[in-house]
Every structure is written in C-alpha cells, then in structure tokens.
C-alpha cells in the first residue's frame, strides 16, 4: 500500500485522493473528516448562539419555560454533538459491519443518555411547579417522591428499550424483576401501605398543614405530611405521629374546613334562687352573648331540675375555626358570668347534699 502510494505521489499527486485505506479512498475519509468538522462547528455554534438568546431573553421575563429551554440546551455536551457529527460523517464512509454495529450501539446509548436528562429537565419544572401552587398548604415530600419515582422509573424504561435494540431479551429479565418486585413488596407492605396512603392523602386532601384535626383521642395541629407518616403538633406542646395507612383508616374531624363552631355549655345555680333572679340570669346571659363581636348567640333556657341545681343550657356560634379563638371567647363569658352573678346575688350551685332527720316522738 505505501507503495502504491509513492508510485502515485511520484507520477501524479492527484492520484493520492484515490489511493484506498480499509475499503475508502483517501478523498472519502477527507469529505467524512470535513463533514465530522462542519457539523460540530455548526452544532457548538448553534447551541452558543441559541443559548445566549434565550439567556438573554429569561432574564426579561418572569416565567420559567424560557429557563427550562435554557437548561435543556445546556444539558446537550461535547459527547452528545461529537456522536451527531461522527454519525454525520459515518454516511460518507463505509466501515466493517461490526464497527458500524458498535457505533450504533454507543450512539443509541449518548441519544437514550441525553434525552433521559431532557426529561429530567422537565420533570423538575412540573414538580417545582406543583410545589408553588401548593402556597404552603401541603407538604412537598410527596411532590418530590412522585417526581423521584419517575425519573428512576425512566431510566429503567430507557434501559429496557436499549437492551431490547441490543438484541437481548428483556421479557425474561422483567419476569424476573417482577417476581423480585412481588418479593420484596411482600416484606415491606406495611411502609408500602402506608406509602400509597401518603398518595391518598396528597390526592385527596382530607387535610392540609396547618390544620387542626381530631384522630381517634388524638388531636392539634397539622405540621408534616410526610411518605411514612404525618406529625401532629398536639395543645400539650408534643409531637405526635401517626401512620399515613391509620389516618385513611379513621374517621379525621378537620376542624380548619369549619367557618364557624357551634359550642354549648351548661351551668347550674342553687334551690333557693327566686323565680325572677333566674329570669334575670337569662337577660344576663344574652347582655354578656351581644358584647361578644365574634360570637353568635343560638339559645339559651332554663332546661332541667338537677339533683342539686337548677340547671341552664347555653348555645353560640364561634365566628372562626380557631380553636384558640373559642377558648378565648368561653372564658370571657365565664368570667362575665360569674361577675355578673356575684353583682345580683345569684349563687352558683355545685354538687351538695341536705340531709333531713325527723325527730320521732
């Protein structure tokens, strides 16, 4: 071959365009070098000059598709570009079957690579996106476990897809997989179940942070929503943690969905109190209710003869959902009450007994 070169560089330079290396002339290998050139060139400057603009365009606006356009050209590197142009270069070229089975091969692994990450890309845009409009109503563990699962479920997809081009068989391999899968879901359903509930929840929203919830004889304020469990922040001032799975079971009173309470209390007041003094206790009673501004009276009556009082039944409604809010509100009223009573002379009954001993004779 290298004399077949000197003899045509000897004779007629031209002639070394049509000497042949591995089944290609030298002017074949020089269009696919050129064509290899022209297209990295082309695609690098494409990608810098589109790139730039838009660049320059996100930083005028406020929305985020420009920034995800930006990122996924950024995503594309050298790797990505070198395969499009040596594929480019390829068509000009003839090489042997296997090589050409092995390129195929490494540009269908870079193609799978890149376009998972493109994906990528906008799975994190629809997550941070779901996240914003939560406002910090929800908890974003579930958002970020939904996005997780499906990025990993993506890889094992593309994996699937390339090894199936790759000439193996992947059914077996999937079998396989899912025997493994019933397997281990077998040892792990109860983190499973409770996993799956933390989607219920999320979906189904029966309750959000913030809220005030009543589980079983659990209750107080709603802090976490987490993938195993939810935390709640109780009035004692402890955290307790209850089991996603245990929470879609029960029965939840979400006391933040109330607009108003309806709260009644009793109180009671001696024998001896005249017949008008409890008339007059009820006038008191609705004087304290219309100095309320957040509360609404319902009813109010003298209801029964207790064993040792005379017994009243008050009824309002609490304008707010705040369970504070309705505890400042009772005391205020109780406290009025007791004033108002000690001013006119009403006593307050509580639990006593009379003992009557007739003296025979």
């Known amino acids: 071959m290298l004399e077949d070169l000197q003899n045509a560089l000897s004779t007629d330079p031209s002639a ?7 089944g290609n002339t030298l002017q074949a290998y020089l269009i696919a070098f050129l064509v290899f050139v022209l297209s990295l060139t082309i695609l690098k400057a494409f990608k ?24 996924v050209i ?9 395969v499009l142009s040596a594929y480019a270069a390829l068509q000009f070229i003839a090489i042997e079957p296997f090589l050409e089975q092995v390129f195929g091969y490494i540009a269908m692994l870079v193609v799978a690579f890149y376009a998972v ?26 958002v ?4 997780k699962l499906l990025k990993y479920s993506l890889w094992v997809v593309a994996g699937a897809i390339i090894l199936s081009n790759m000439g193996i068989e992947v059914s077996a391999l999937v079998t ?3 025997i493994g899968g019933i397997a281990i879901a077998l040892a792990v359903q109860n983190i499973l179940g409770d996993i799956f509930c933390s989607f219920a929840i999320y979906f189904d929203k029966p309750f959000r942070v913030g809220d005030y919830i009543v589980v079983g004889e659990e209750m107080g304020t709603v802090k976490r929503i987490g993938i195993k469990s939810t935390r709640i922040a109780s009035l004692q001032g402890e955290e307790v943690v ?24 009793k109180f009671g007041v001696t024998y001896s109190t005249p017949t008008k003094k409890l008339g007059k206790a009820l006038q008191i009673i609705k004087s304290i209710m219309k100095e309320e501004k957040m509360a609404e009276l319902d009813m109010a009556h003298f209801t029964e003869f207790g064993d040792s009082a005379l017994k009243f039944e008050v009824a309002y409604f609490v304008n707010s959902n705040e369970f504070r809010a309705y505890r400042d509100i009772q005391q205020r009223i109780n406290l009025a009450l007791k004033d108002a009573f000690e001013k006119e002379g009403i006593e307050m009954a509580y639990p006593t007994q009379t003992l009557y001993i007739n003296r025979g004779n």
Do not use: C
């Not at 950024?74 to 070198?82: E, L, V």
């Not at 970020?144 to 996005?147: H, K």
């Not at 209850?242 to 209390?265: A, D, P």
């Open 16 to 22: 070394m365009l049509s000497t042949e290396f591995a």
């Open 48 to 71: 810098l000059f589109v790139a730039r603009r838009l660049r320059a365009f996100a930083e005028r606006t406020s929305t985020g598709l420009d920034d995800l356009a930006v990122g």
């Open 74 to 82: 950024d995503s594309a590197g050298w790797p990505f570009y070198m």
């Open 117 to 142: 990450r493109v994906v990528h890309k906008l799975i994190d845009y629809a997550t941070q996106a779901a996240i914003k409009r939560q406002n910090g109503n929800d908890d974003t563990a579930i």
């Open 144 to 147: 970020d476990l939904m996005g």
């Open 176 to 178: 396989g997989m899912g």
């Open 242 to 265: 209850i089991s996603n799975r245990q929470l879609v079971e029960s029965r939840i009173h979400n006391f933040k969905k109330m607009k108003k309470r309806r709260i009644t209390f």
